[in-house]
């Protein structure tokens, strides 16, 4: 019933000396039977979409500004993102959370903004590590993806990313039991929102995914595929990963 998706990051890296990379990727799964998302800086994105365009690879933005338009120096709205080539937008990664202070609710404005775009967010939640070892995941995750996906949204083209911080980009995972209590509980949450809609939610696991581990969080209820960092920059990384989700069941 949903769709599965691997989602590559880029974050702040990448030229258009890199475009090979979303070539070679595009050479390797031709027909994939799983999503293919990459979203790469801003500043390639045009360059990217029209290296897809006859793939089965789609291209998205790492964030977006809650406005449409007018006077905010160096930011981007999802009507642009849109405009350029991208059908998804990255919204709410802890990177932005803590390098922006972006809030809930700032992220629940820029999700708004995505959907009337015509844009699908994938929204990220996850705690820190002294969060964890308080105790408090589920009381953060929660109060994050309350705050976060506002209302009314379509739960078809809603995405949710598990990334608990202190796994992202450290090599760190958490074990499959921690990721399964999270998933099944944002899929509960999801489901006293949005009611039966809620299983139309794809939920991703990001965080230190790599190809070594890819298919053991894959085998993970509750968990549609991943958001990958570093591991999605190069095509023979990412490619056994997308190879591993194609094979869950
Ligand atoms: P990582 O990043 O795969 O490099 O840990 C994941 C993310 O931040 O989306």
Redesign the pocket.
Known sequence: MRRKLAAG?W?MNGTAADLHQIDALAARHPVPSVDVLVCPPATLLARMAGAVADTAITVGGQDCHQEASGAHTGDISAQMLAAAGATFV?LG???RRTDHNESDALVAAKTAAALAAGLDPIV?VGESLEEREGGRTLEVIGRQLDGSVPDGVPAARLVV?Y?PVW????GRTPTIQQIEEVHRFLRKRLTERLDQQARSVRLLY????KAGNAADIFAVPEVDGA??????LKAEEFSPIIAALEQAR
């Open positions: 990051n974050k990255i990664h802890s990177e990220c990313a990334e796994a992202i980009g450290t990001g965080g230190s995914v958001l990958v960092g570093g591991a999605s």
